[in-house]
């Protein structure tokens, strides 16, 4: 079966702090790894997505990603935190046949 | 490049009416075109996927005749909402992807049925 988790509902960080956002998978095969956030009523603005290679993964608005195959894990990182890095961060994989499977979504809460 | 747009991006109708919504590929033939359903706080759950000029691939347990999807072209596909009822209000997000490329998302469509 494949699945995508998102352990945590809610991540709370203060504004210049270190952010994570965790994810892990179960797909089979070489699957692609991508984070994608949401703002309200929007659709998914694209961050970063891993496919091969490094496993560290850098996109935009200084977010990173690392991949680590042993523990199939894709967590999101961020060095320094804003107020408006607060949003709906989702983990998605793609496996072979170009079909997405989605977190559920961990909401990013970045205080001043 | 690779942009997405849906229309309209929300949408308001009353129970027993139909509503279309549009997917458009901008600036690329998209060969096939995903659509997806998102409740409030929840993550994006994939409905059905279109291949251009055949029929739409319909998830279990998503009514086939309650959401019809055309791919009439390279880059368009449109989803029906029929007899639209309030527990299909949600917001819907269209992907579209290039031959061998990975999907680009729509801005998505926020459906109120009252």
């Known amino acids: 079966a494949q699945s995508v988790a998102q352990p945590e509902d809610q991540v709370n960080v203060a504004e210049g702090n270190p952010l994570t956002v965790k994810c892990t998978y179960s797909?089979?095969?070489?699957?692609?790894l991508f984070w994608y956030v949401q703002y309200p009523n929007r659709g998914l603005q694209f961050l970063l997505k891993y496919i091969t290679g490094d496993n560290l993964v850098k996109g935009s608005y200084g977010f990173e990603a690392e991949f680590n195959k042993s523990q199939t894990s894709f967590h999101l990182k961020k060095p320094s935190a804003l107020v408006s890095d607060s949003a709906l961060y989702f983990c998605a994989v793609e496996n072979n046949f170009n079909k997405f499977y989605f977190g559920s979504g961990t909401k990013l809460n970045v205080k001043p | 490049g690779a942009v997405v747009s849906q229309h309209p991006s929300w949408v308001i109708c009353k129970s027993g009416t139909s509503v279309k919504i549009e997917c458009r590929s901008l600036?690329?033939?998209?060969?096939?075109m995903f659509w997806y359903r998102q409740f409030p706080k929840q993550s994006l759950m994939l409905m059905a996927t279109s291949n251009e000029g055949s029929k739409a691939t319909y998830e279990q347990g998503v009514e086939k005749d309650k959401f019809l999807i055309n791919h009439a072209s390279l880059t368009l596909s449109t989803l029906t909402v029929t007899s639209a009822h309030p527990e299909d209000s949600s917001f819907y997000i269209c992907?579209?992807?290039?031959?061998?490329?990975?999907?680009?998302f729509g801005p998505g469509t926020r459906l109120l049925v009252l």
């Open positions: 797909v089979s095969g070489n699957p692609y």
């Open positions: 992907s579209a992807s290039p031959v061998d490329e990975t999907q680009y």
């Open positions: 600036d690329f033939q998209a060969t096939t």
